[in-house]
Each structure stands twice: as C-alpha cells, then as structure tokens.
C-alpha cells in the first residue's frame, strides 16, 4: 500500500520537478528563513519556539468561542490522560502563554519576540490556504505607543521590500478601546436590526455572538446592507482617534502607502486599536499575505500583568508563492566546489580522506563511491553543478600530481597534491 500525505499539507522538497510547485523548493524556504532571520535581528525581535500543541482552552479564550478559526478550524484532540489538546492555529496566544508562565516580564530590555513555525486549521484546502501552513510572527510586548504599532508594520513592509515584493496594498482600521467599541456595537446593531431577515445564515449567528465580525462577511447581499452601516471611525473615543491619528502620521513619513479600510476587524477576538492587513494584487481570494494589530488586554485576560501588545503574522507559503508570480530572483543553488572522482580502490581511500579533509577545512566537495566508470562520474558532477572536477588515479597517486578541470571552462590545470587546499581557497 502506498500513503499519499493528508488533504491540505503537502511536503518542502530539495528539489520540486513541477515547475507550478518551484515556492516549495527547500532552498527558497531557506532563503525566505535567512532574510527573516536578518530583518529580525536588526529590529530587536528575539526568536521564541514554543510546542505546536497546546491546552486547546488557551486558544478559545484567546481568539474567542465564536471566531472562524476557533468554531469551525481549530484541530483538537484528547491525549492518552483525556486532556484536551490543539494543534496551534496560531502562534500570538502560544506566545503570550509562554511569556507568562516564563516570568519573561521580569527580565530587563525590550519584549519583542519572533517565531517561525507550523500552524494547522482545518480549512478548505486551495491554492494559498493548506491545513498546516507556516508562519513567520512577531510580538512586541510592554508598549503601548503609536510607535510601536508602526516599527511592527513596518517590519513586514521592510520585510517584503527586501525580498522585493511590489504591488502591496496596506489597510489599516481601528477597532478602538473598549467604549468605542461597546458604542459602535450599540450602533451597528441598531442599524442591522431591521435587515435581520435578509443577512445571510453566518451573519445571523454573528449578529447574536459578535456583531462586528459580521463587517467581515464575504457575502454580497451582507455587502450591500454594510454599504450603508455606520462606520466605527465616527465612535472612536479621544484616546483611540488620536493613537490612530499618530499612526497615520507615522506611516506618511516612513512613506508606507495605506488605506483606511473601516470594515477592517479580523477574525479574532483578542484585537483592539490599530489592526492591519498587508496584501497583494494577484494571490486572487487568498491575497492576504501578513496581518496583525495591537491587542493590549490578552496577556491580563490569560493570567498575566496588565501589558499593552502588538504583532503579525505571515505566511510563508502565500509569501513564496507571490515572490514567484512577481518573478523575484532567488539565488542560485551553488554546487559543490570540487568533484572528485576516484579510478580503484587505491585511489578511493585516499579520495575519501582528502573528502574529509577538505570539508572539515570549509570547503564544499562531493565524491563518486560507485566505483563505476569515470563517465558515471563527470555525469554526476555535472548533474550536482560541480565547478571543478579531479579524477585521481594510480598515475596522480605515483607522480604526486593533479590535474583539476574547470567544468565550465574545460580548462585544466596541473598541480601537486600538496597544493590542493591552497589552489582550493584561490578559487572562492
Ligand atoms: P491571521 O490573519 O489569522 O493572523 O494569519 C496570519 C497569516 O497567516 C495570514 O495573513 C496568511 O498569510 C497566513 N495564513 C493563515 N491561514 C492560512 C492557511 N490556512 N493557509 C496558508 N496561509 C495561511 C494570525 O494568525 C495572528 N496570530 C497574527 C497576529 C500576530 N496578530 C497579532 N500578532
């Protein structure tokens, strides 16, 4: 019996012969990883790695009962002692959790951490929308200024610059404080009120349980009603309307093109202030690639001091696929450095030593064990995109010489042994 992997995941391979899958080429994760890894270190996030399971509980307090993720995606299970478990949906509530039981506000300097990872919702699979997918998130923790919000959008939008991404679209919204939310609620509510009937069956639940995110709704006949419904900017309080405003500002001088979106919430329960959503113009319905917001009462509401949040998310596989619709140049895969082919056993043993050697002095060289012809050989240095190829034999091994030959050039160049390492480091 043969097993194919499960429905909506799908594995990272060293090398993806169909040329529409080139995004999950492990060396283009690696890179992605790398640049990641660079921004992060220049803005102060430090990588935190928590499980990918977790007490299922931590997420529905976090995201809240009635969101998509929590409600229809989230994949729970009990474990041998019939604890209730759940792959991470997402990674902000993990973070959180961790700092917590870390006592990690006690320790001095900044809290800002990033994560690259797996997370799982039980989604319908498409293109851009898998079952596991991957992560790279950010979470500044202890600062509640204007500022904050914008190092951390600006951090993605560095982020995709630097990978060279164009065509982004920036949206942000406030979904306010506390009372500015319980005005619009009162508001929104009033408004819908007399079009319940015609709302569609997942806005009628959420009008019960979370009006706001009925904003959200993709259904055109929710759209048409929502043309017309107050807008959460006119309730904003004295405090949320000039953070937002300090937001604004700070995004015009950093020269971050954006767009107010009012209808902007997100689809879970733990935001409020700034939220925003990076997207691109051609990923088609799942165009969002990053998103994320301020969300100042989680780490109280989960047992922790009182500490004002803010962070995102991205994800790598909408990332990869949108560098390659926008034909980004990756690097090319480099090959090993020198090939080495051995002729008899004599030759073999002393190849293998030299292989050793010359690896442990940093250089990348690959070998022919098969001891089949020398053909077998010069196929597979070609094949691995070897610069330079030896095929020693009893003559090299008698005179004390080699003969190294340049693949590309077919230039070929004499030289003893002795001199192997020192010819080696010339050619970097
Ligand atoms: P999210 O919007 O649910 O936010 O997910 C963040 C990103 O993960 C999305 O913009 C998308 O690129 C990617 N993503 C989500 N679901 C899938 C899927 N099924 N397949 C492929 N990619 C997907 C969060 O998760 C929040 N924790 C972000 C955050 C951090 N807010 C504050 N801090």
Known sequence: ?????????????????????????????????????????????????????????????????????????????????????????????????SFIENHLYQTSGLHKYFYIGPMFRYERPQAGRYRQHHQFGAEAIGIGSPEQDVETI???????????????????????????????????????????????????????????????????????????????LNFLSEKSSKHFERVQELLKKQNILFKVDPKLVRGLDYYNETVFEILSEKLGAQ????????????????????????????GLERLLQIMEEQKVAFPQAVGPLLFLIPLGKVALNTCFDYLCRLRHQGFYVEMDFSEKKIQYGFQMASSLNASYVAVIGDQELSSGYLQIKNLSTRESKTLPFTDLEKHLKGLL
């Open 1 to 97: 019996m043969q097993y194919k992997s499960p429905k909506g995941v799908f594995d990272i391979l060293p090398y993806e012969a169909k040329t529409d899958n080139v995004w999950r080429q492990s060396d283009r994760w690696l890179y992605l990883e790398n640049i990641i890894r660079e921004c992060t270190r220049n803005y102060g996030y430090k990588e935190i790695r928590t499980p990918i399971f977790e007490t299922a509980d931590l997420f529905v307090r976090s995201s809240g009962e009635t969101s998509d993720i929590i409600s229809k995606e989230m994949y729970t299970f009990v474990d041998k002692a019939n604890r209730p478990l759940a792959l991470r949906p997402e990674g902000t509530a993990a973070v959180i959790r």
């Open 154 to 232: 600006e951090l993605l939008y560095y982020l995709y610059k630097k990978l060279g991404l164009s065509n982004l679209r920036v949206l942000i919204n406030t979904v306010g404080d506390c009372s500015t939310r319980q005005a619009y609620k009162h508001a929104l509510r009033e408004y819908l009120s007399p079009h319940f009937n015609s709302l569609s069956e997942d806005s009628q639940i959420r009008f019960e349980r979370n009006i706001l995110r009925i904003l959200d709704s993709k259904d055109p006949g929710d759209q048409k009603i929502l043309e017309k419904a107050p807008t959460i």
């Open 287 to 314: 165009n969002t690639i990053g998103a994320g917001g301020r969300y100042d009462g989680l780490i109280q509401s989960l047992g922790g001091p009182s500490l004002p949040s803010v962070g995102f998310a991205t």
